[in-house]
């Protein structure tokens, strides 16, 4: 008698649970879709660029040279422009030596019929209204015989800077003073101020020399009277004289303790022996128009010193500047035949 199919313990435990699927299985199985679609799409995207560029490769084959030229190469490394603008460069620097802007390249110029003969400028300042009055008055002449001067070729103008409040009531007067005289050089980048004195100087001669094509520009102080009939002779006397730095030569001890008169802060920077280079003096200097050029040219990197005179005398050590000491421009001299006096 055969007996029931019997079943083992562990095979009914078995039969007794349902099938299941684990969850980590599926997003394994998820990912691993999502991965091979991304791979395809690449694998597609790749196959239709390398067509593209073989189509293009294909199109342009008989337009590009086998051998590239030094033109091309330029363009490819993306220094075309650059040798444009080195070329440019030099062409400008060519310019400049060959008008004499350099140091070192101050070459002899014979003015034209239509050049100035000179530019002269007298320092002014906010309140110096009475001895503005006092020059038109002697030395200096004003409205219709001030044009016949510049007829000559010879132009005067008060240098003046601006308010450090700018478009104040210190502005508008002299404003209206420059209006009715028409004998003022308004620096206008300039603050007429005390401590920025120095760079005055600086800003008298660019603004003047791109201004007026001159022979001469000449910086005169406030305190001085002019025999102006003899400095324009001792000008006419160096006419066509390029390099030329006019003026009564000095020099003299570099004071360098603080809070006393003429102090200089930087007086270490003139040796152990503290005493200055030669320079004109600071009451009347006169510079030739390549040297005016310089200063323009160079403004912005020229240092200057506590005092104006010695600022200009330091510009021109290091150009070919020709030193003239004239006696006559010593104000302070007893010299009969001297241009210029104290007040």
């Not at 000095?250 to 030669?278: L, N």
């Not at 200097?285 to 050029?293: P, R």
């Amino acid at each position: 008698m055969e007996g029931l199919p019997t079943t083992t313990k562990s095979e009914r435990r078995w039969r007794s649970k349902p099938l299941q699927t684990s969850k980590p299985s599926i997003l394994m199985a998820f990912f691993s879709c999502v991965a091979w679609l991304y791979v395809a799409g690449r694998l597609w995207q790749d196959a239709e660029n390398r067509t593209v560029l073989a189509n293009l490769l294909k199109k342009n084959l008989g337009q590009r040279p086998k051998v590239l030229s030094v033109e091309d190469k330029l363009a490819v490394l993306g220094c075309k422009d650059l040798e444009r603008r080195i070329v440019e460069a030099e062409m400008h620097l060519t310019l400049a030596k060959s008008q004499g802007y350099l140091k070192n390249h101050l070459q002899q110029k014979v003015s034209s019929s239509g050049q100035l003969l000179a530019v002269i400028g007298v320092y002014t300042g906010f309140g110096s209204h009475l001895n503005r009055n006092m020059f038109r008055g002697s030395w200096m002449p004003k409205g219709g015989a001030l044009r016949k001067l510049e007829e000559r070729g010879v132009v005067i103008r008060f240098v003046i800077g601006r308010s450090p409040n700018q478009g104040d009531s210190l502005d508008r007067k002299y404003d209206k003073e420059s209006r009715l005289t028409k004998d003022f050089l308004i620096l206008e980048g300039h603050e007429e101020a005390q401590e920025e004195l120095t760079k005055k100087v600086k800003f008298f001669f660019s603004t003047a020399v791109q201004n007026w094509d001159a022979e001469f520009y000449v910086k005169v102080d406030d305190n001085i009277n002019l025999d102006l009939e003899g400095l324009i002779g001792l000008l006419e006397h160096r006419r066509a004289q390029d390099g030329a730095y006019i003026g009564c030569m000095k020099s003299g001890d570099v004071i360098s303790e603080e809070g006393k008169a003429w102090y200089e802060p930087d007086w270490w920077k003139f040796g152990d022996q503290k005493s200055y280079f030669r320079h004109a003096s600071s009451s009347l200097m006169i510079l030739s128009k390549n040297l005016a050029q310089y200063i323009n040219i160079n403004s912005a990197s020229l240092k200057t010193y506590a005092h104006d005179d010695v600022s200009v005398g330091s510009w021109m050590m290091g150009i070919q500047a020709t030193y003239i000491d004239d006696n006559r421009l010593c104000c302070g001299s007893i010299r009969q035949d001297k241009v210029c006096s104290l007040t």
